[in-house]
């Protein structure tokens, strides 16, 4: 399975990547949305992990087009974020989220968070 993941802080970004990576996950990370979409819309994923606040693109933009796009609109997404109240939980599920996890997390949260999705969401 392949995980397109977007945040602008480097060491966030990079943590994700071999927290995933070491689970058996293959990773495609990039620094802003607009460098995710158009990652994903030149190599595809099946499924992303997004930040909320990023320059270029932010999360919701990207989940937006994600959700627009008819190859991608049923791809499981999480934001990860650090837009902890309820409303802005709320607010990610309305504009499409599937999941919603703050930073900071657990490792092993995270993984587990990505499973459940997996396997609500079989790859195509």
């Known amino acids: 399975m392949k995980i397109l993941i977007a945040d602008d802080d480097d060491l966030l970004r990079e943590l994700v990547e071999i927290v995933l990576t070491d689970a058996g996950y293959e990773v495609s990370a990039h620094a802003n949305g607009l460098l995710a979409w158009e990652s994903l819309q030149e190599e595809g994923a099946d499924m992303a992990v997004l930040d909320i606040n990023m320059p270029e693109m932010d999360g919701l933009e990207l989940l937006d087009r994600i959700r627009a796009d008819k190859r991608f609109k049923e791809m499981p997404v999480m934001l990860l974020t650090a837009n902890r109240t309820a ?14 996890l703050t930073k900071p997390f657990e490792n092993d949260v995270l993984v587990a968070h990505v499973k459940v999705l997996e396997q609500a969401f079989p790859a195509q």
Do not use: C, F
Request: proline share 0%; aromatic share 14%; glycine share 14%.
């Open 87 to 100: 409303s802005d939980q709320a607010h990610g599920y309305d504009r499409g989220a599937d999941d919603y």
